[in-house]
């Protein structure tokens, strides 16, 4: 089956413990996309790639970093999360995002700092 | 002002009735359009592409006008199951996926 897998689901931490939220895709797809989505802000882009070792910024992406050693998988690191960075958490990936195709996405993380 | 906007809502219609949203955006050239559905916090799904010439699937209609730079989504025959976030998506370059901040849609019985 075709999909987008992120883990974990649910992450409840403390501020200053660094994370990982993992996302895998068995689409082969090249573009691969973080967002955060908060209340009222609808979804906000925290980092893209393009393709291995290809990575760009989104909108937001202060706090994050990502990183794309294989096409697969595309994780998002948070180094010393804070309060700030709770929020809804999604990956996505396309076909190619120069060509326009659709956005598969994850289940999505919720993650809470405290 | 922002890059992509939607009328938030709530858009509360009785059950059978015809609804209808718009998403402007602001960069003339913006590329690719797209509608999402999205039910309560749960992953936005693909409900339609946006094609210049209008298009249609079914109960729902999606058009690009882009002289005045909107698209919009028309819901025919509204279902209790219709009720849902709808999330405008503008590829406003080969990189650049901006999402609006989505039209909150109830279908009363």
């Known amino acids: 089956e075709a999909q987008v897998t992120q883990n974990p689901r649910y992450l409840i931490t403390v501020t200053g413990k660094k994370l990982t939220v993992t996302c895998s895709q068995n689409?082969?797809?090249?573009?691969m996309s973080w967002y955060r989505q908060d209340p009222g802000l609808g979804l906000r882009q925290i980092y893209y790639?393009?393709?291995?070792?290809?990575?760009d910024k989104g909108d937001v992406p202060e706090g994050y970093k990502v990183s794309r050693k294989e096409k697969r998988n595309f994780p998002l690191i948070l180094e010393s999360p804070s309060p700030n960075q709770t929020s809804l958490y999604f990956c996505?990936?396309?076909?190619?995002?120069?060509?326009?195709?659709?956005?598969?996405f994850g289940d999505g993380t919720r993650l809470s700092i405290l | 002002r922002k890059e992509v906007e939607q009328d938030p809502g709530p858009f509360n219609v009785p059950e059978g009735a015809t609804v209808a949203f718009n998403c402007t955006y602001s960069?003339?050239?913006?590329?690719?359009f797209f509608w999402y559905r999205q039910d309560c916090r749960k992953e936005p799904k693909l409900l339609m592409s946006?094609?210049?010439s209008g298009n249609e699937d079914g109960r729902f209609t999606a058009q690009l006008n882009r002289a005045s730079q909107y698209i919009s989504l028309l819901i025919r025959d509204s279902k209790l199951s219709d009720s849902a976030t709808y999330l405008c998506?503008?590829?406003?370059?080969?990189?650049?996926?901006?999402f609006g901040s989505g039209t909150r849609l109830s279908i009363r019985p």
């Open positions: 790639s393009m393709n291995v070792e290809v990575t």
């Open positions: 689409m082969n797809h090249e573009y």
């Open positions: 996505a990936s396309s076909l190619g995002g120069a060509a326009g195709q659709p956005q598969h």
């Open positions: 998506v503008v590829y406003s370059s080969a990189s650049k996926i901006i």
């Open positions: 960069n003339s050239a913006s590329q690719s």
């Open positions: 946006v094609y210049s």
